[in-house]
């Protein structure tokens, strides 16, 4: 069955990076787009970006130029690399196809607090 495992969240201080990690098994990784989402508390889950199975991305407005998804097809992983991080980026950050199927991870949290 899908399995979605999220790694590499935790606590950074505003500006700070992190490198999360997805490693994705139950499916054909290599054909489908993937994308990340977040959960802040209280909020509805949210697309953070979205990557081809080419390796074409976008990206919300929110995070435009600050982060960058990639995947290695070889590994079946996909990582959301996360540069001057902001409070408001704070959240669960999980990983899915795109569009998103039922099917979620445990997510990994990021907390951005100085």
């Known amino acids: 069955q899908v399995q979605l495992v999220e790694s590499g969240g935790g606590l950074v201080q505003p500006g700070g990076s992190l490198r999360l990690s997805c490693a994705a098994s139950?499916?054909?990784?290599?054909?489908?787009?993937m994308g990340w989402y977040r959960q802040a508390p209280g909020k509805q889950r949210e697309l953070v970006g979205s990557?081809?199975?080419?390796?074409?991305?976008n990206y919300a407005d929110s995070v435009k130029g600050r982060f960058t998804i990639s995947r290695d097809n070889a590994k079946d992983t996909l990582y959301l690399q996360m540069n001057s991080l902001k409070p408001e980026d704070t959240a669960v950050y999980y990983c899915?196809?795109?569009?998103?199927?039922?099917?979620w991870g445990q997510g990994t949290q990021v907390t951005v607090s100085s």
């Open positions: 990557i081809t199975s080419f390796g074409n991305t």
């Open positions: 139950g499916f054909i990784f290599r054909i489908n787009a």
């Open positions: 899915n196809l795109f569009p998103r199927m039922p099917t």
